[in-house]
């Protein structure tokens, strides 16, 4: 994508070594199991220690007793063809997708972020939708939807001929639109100097 400004260009390009968002803060804990894939936060919870996902489950519940239980777990599912893309609520097409593991915070842990001693249906409610954000972010990470923008300044010479000088870029935007919108914003930056100038003189 490209836009133009004034004398100045944006382009936006797909950022090709995006930083995962599993290295950032998280409030959830992603715990997967993929053969081709090494997908979520690292674990040493292993897959083959039980007889199936709810037995994995009620293992996590059981662990988080220790520190005052589990505020929310929900379920990871994989839809695979031709690239992979992640949710919370599963695929229609039985093939090629099913569940990959789960995602969970313990209550001790939303006490100390939110500085809280109980936790209420209405905040649970908050932390299960801020875990289903957490997941749609990585989902925008596993699936490419990350971007990055370079601005360059367009002059021309005596000759008529235009050329660009580049001036800014950046990368790790999630969604085009935010990369566009991030763009337009440092463009206004370098343009309000001169319109300031120029309302000066006159």
């Known amino acids: 994508m490209t836009k133009k400004i004034g004398n100045y260009l944006i382009e ?3 950022d090709i070594n995006p ?3 599993r290295k950032w803060g998280n409030l959830g804990t992603m715990v997967c199991f993929h053969r081709n894939y090494n997908l ?3 674990h040493d919870i292993k897959f ?9 489950k009620k293992h996590i519940m ?19 063809h031709s690239g992979i893309t992640m949710n919370t609520t599963g695929f229609s097409c039985r ?16 006490r100390g972020e939110y500085s809280v001693k109980r936790i209420s249906n209405k905040l649970k409610e908050r932390i299960t939708q801020y875990l289903i954000n ?9 699936t490419g939807d990350v971007y990055g923008y370079t601005i360059s300044k367009i002059t021309k010479c005596e000759l008529g001929h235009e050329h660009t000088e580049e001036l800014d870029s950046g990368g790790g935007y999630y969604g085009e639109d935010e990369c566009l919108e991030e763009a337009e914003r440092i ?6 100097p001169k319109q300031l100038e120029l309302e000066l003189v006159l």
């Open 95 to 110: 093939w090629d997708s099913g569940q990959v593991g789960w995602i969970f915070v313990s209550k001790e842990k939303v």
């Open 62 to 80: 059981k662990s988080g007793e220790v520190s005052g239980g589990i505020c929310v777990i929900l379920p990871l599912y994989l839809y695979d």
């Open 48 to 56: 083959q220690n039980y007889s199936g996902w709810e037995e994995m």
């Open 19 to 21: 930083e995962s968002p």
């Open 40 to 42: 979520g936060d690292k």
């Open 187 to 192: 463009v206004q930056h370098y343009r309000e």
């Open 12 to 14: 936006i390009e797909q």
């Open 134 to 142: 957490e997941v749609k972010t990585y989902d925008q990470y596993i």
